[in-house]
């Protein structure tokens, strides 16, 4: 079920940080799993979303880039 994205909305079910605090995001689709690179350059954290498009969509509302090799 995709649910619409609020762009007012700075948090997302279940991660730990809010949008202002992610740099960039890889997106491993193999494991549906989400690399995540955090402003502060000491951490990077993994996060699995119940499902992967409406979190991609929160991304992109929020500007952070998709890292890409």
């Known amino acids: ?9 700075n948090t997302y079910p279940g991660l ?3 949008a202002n605090e992610i740099s960039a ?3 491993v689709q193999p494991l549906q799993t ?5 402003k502060d350059r000491e951490r990077i954290i993994r996060f699995e ?8 969509d929160w991304l992109n509302t929020h ?7």
Request: hydrophobic share 45%; aromatic share 18%; glycine share 0%.
């Open 49 to 56: 979303p119940d499902e992967v498009q409406p979190f991609i």
């Open 63 to 69: 500007y952070i880039r998709e890292y890409k090799t």
């Open 25 to 27: 995001f890889r997106y």
């Open 34 to 38: 989400f690399i995540l690179s955090l």
């Open 1 to 9: 079920m995709n649910l619409p994205v609020a762009t007012d909305e």
């Open 16 to 18: 730990p940080v809010i």
